[in-house]
Structures are given as structure tokens and as C-alpha cells.
């Protein structure tokens, strides 16, 4: 084995982190990614990131070549080209644009839910700005119906980039979320996610608080 070539900026905390991770297993890769933990969040930042990332977020990959990339979504096309194997990204046709608008989903309720955290976890709670952390809400809970009612045999078929996505943003939602009770109306989703989540990628990289 040699010695991994690229480092990634990393937290197992975050959804947009872990999915790296996952692609970097599924697709065998993760001995060439040397895995550099770094805590941080909007109001505490990381220097060194910053100089790499000036959005100061992760993930973020240095490669072999000493350049920076980022942000999840481009590591993830930039690693699905790194490797011999089945492609988790549809190089091209209708397959493409669909699986990156299930990822895209995916990402969205990442986004909404690190945003929702931020503001319980970061804000006083005198300064609590409930409706808008209720259409953050909002916007889980509709993306979550679509990706029951439409989305569960696709996401059932391959567990390329949108099912690596939507399990990371549901393993996400478990996390901080605990009490949200999504898998309710979403039974569905909850059988395919107690499924992917015995996949050894998925089982590598829960999150450690
Ligand atoms: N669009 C970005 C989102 C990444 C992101 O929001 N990461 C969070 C951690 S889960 C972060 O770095 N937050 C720090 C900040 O917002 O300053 C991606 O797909 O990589």
C-alpha cells in the first residue's frame, strides 16, 4: 500500500464530508486519501482551511499536485474519475441530470439542516428566528415526500452519487435531529435507509460526536 497522495479536510460530523467518504469506500479508494480532522463552523473558523477554502467550509481536497478543490459536490466527480470501477456519476444522458438532481435534493436538506443547527446551536435562544427555522424545516420535509413518493425505486435500483447523498443527509438528519420523527411519513425511505446503512461505507463513517 502506498502512501495517500491527496488529504481531505474532514469532520465525521459533516453530512457533505461523509459522503466523500463513502464514495472514496464504495469505490475503493480510501487508502490514497489521508483524512486531516478539522472543527469548525461559521463563527470559529479554521485558518489553514481558509487559505485553501476562502468559504472556509468542508470538504476540501488537496490533491497530488498541491491544488485545492472543492466544494463536495465537485471532490466527488473529481474522485468518480480517479478510479477503474462502475461510475457512481453518469458521465452523460438523462441518467446524469437525474442522479445529480437526487444528489442536489440530498445536498439541499443538508444545507437546510446544517443551517437549522447552526442557528439552534451557535444563537442565543432569545434570538431564535422561528420562522425561518421553519421553513428550513419546511424545506426537509418536502424534499423528504418527494424522495418517498417519487424517488424510492430509484434510489433502491444503485447506490451511486443520489443514494450516497440522501443516506448521508438522512444519517445528518438522526444526528441532530433525533426527535424530528422523519421516518413516519417517510416509511419508505426508513426501510431503504435501515438497508444502505448496513453498507461497510456507510458503517465506516458514522458520525462520531
Ligand atoms: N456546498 C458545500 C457545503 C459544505 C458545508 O456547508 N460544510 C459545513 C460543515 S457540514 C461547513 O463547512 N460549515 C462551516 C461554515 O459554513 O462556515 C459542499 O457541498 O461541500
Same mark, same amino acid.
Given at each position: 500500500?502506498?502512501? @495517500?497522495?491527496?488529504?481531505?479536510?474532514?469532520?465525521?460530523?459533516? @453530512?457533505?464530508?461523509?459522503?466523500?467518504?463513502?464514495?472514496?469506500?464504495?469505490?475503493?479508494?480510501?487508502?490514497?486519501?489521508?483524512?486531516?480532522?478539522?472543527?469548525? $463552523?461559521?463563527?470559529? @473558523?479554521?485558518?489553514? +482551511?481558509?487559505?485553501?477554502?476562502?468559504?472556509?467550509?468542508?470538504?476540501?481536497?488537496? +490533491?497530488?499536485?498541491?491544488?485545492?478543490?472543492?466544494?463536495?459536490?465537485?471532490?466527488?466527480?473529481?474522485?468518480?474519475?480517479?478510479?477503474?470501477?462502475?461510475?457512481?456519476?453518469?458521465?452523460?444522458?438523462?441518467?446524469?441530470?437525474?442522479?445529480?438532481?437526487?444528489?442536489?435534493?440530498?445536498?439541499?436538506?443538508?444545507?437546510?439542516?446544517?443551517?437549522?443547527?447552526?442557528?439552534?446551536?451557535?444563537?442565543?435562544? %432569545?434570538?431564535?428566528? %422561528? %420562522? *425561518?427555522?421553519?421553513?428550513?424545516?419546511?424545506?426537509?420535509?418536502?424534499?423528504?415526500?418527494? +424522495?418517498?413518493?417519487?424517488?424510492?425505486?430509484?434510489?433502491?435500483?444503485?447506490?451511486?452519487?443520489?443514494?450516497?447523498?440522501?443516506?448521508?443527509?438522512?444519517?445528518?438528519?438522526?444526528?441532530?435531529? @433525533?426527535?424530528?420523527?422523519?421516518?413516519?411519513?417517510?416509511? /419508505?425511505?426508513?426501510? *431503504?435507509?435501515? %438497508?444502505?446503512? /448496513?453498507?461497510? $461505507?456507510?458503517?465506516?463513517?458514522?458520525?462520531?460526536?
Amino acid at each position: 500500500m502506498s502512501a @495517500p497522495s491527496m488529504t481531505l479536510y474532514h469532520n465525521t460530523l459533516s @453530512p457533505f464530508v461523509r459522503k466523500v467518504v463513502v464514495l472514496l469506500h464504495e469505490t475503493g479508494q480510501q487508502d490514497r486519501v489521508a483524512l486531516q480532522d478539522c472543527t469548525l $463552523s461559521p463563527v470559529s @473558523p479554521s485558518a489553514e +482551511l481558509n487559505a485553501d477554502n476562502p468559504l472556509g467550509k468542508i470538504p476540501a481536497l488537496r +490533491l497530488a499536485d498541491g491544488n485545492v478543490i472543492h466544494d463536495s459536490r465537485v471532490i466527488l466527480e473529481y474522485l468518480d474519475q480517479q478510479h477503474v470501477g462502475n461510475t457512481l456519476i453518469p458521465r452523460e444522458g438523462a441518467a446524469r441530470w437525474r442522479r445529480l438532481t437526487l444528489a442536489s435534493m440530498a445536498d439541499g436538506i443538508m444545507d437546510a439542516s446544517v443551517l437549522v443547527r447552526y442557528e439552534l446551536a451557535l444563537r442565543a435562544p %432569545e434570538k431564535h428566528w %422561528e %420562522e *425561518w427555522l421553519d421553513a428550513q424545516r419546511d424545506k426537509i420535509r418536502r424534499a423528504l415526500n418527494v +424522495l418517498e413518493n417519487e424517488a424510492i425505486a430509484e434510489l433502491t435500483s444503485h447506490f451511486d452519487v443520489a443514494a450516497i447523498s440522501v443516506a448521508c443527509a438522512l444519517g445528518y438528519l438522526d444526528l441532530r435531529f @433525533p426527535d424530528l420523527g422523519w421516518r413516519t411519513a417517510n416509511p /419508505q425511505l426508513a426501510n *431503504w435507509f435501515f %438497508e444502505v446503512s /448496513q453498507r461497510p $461505507s456507510m458503517i465506516a463513517t458514522m458520525p462520531k460526536p
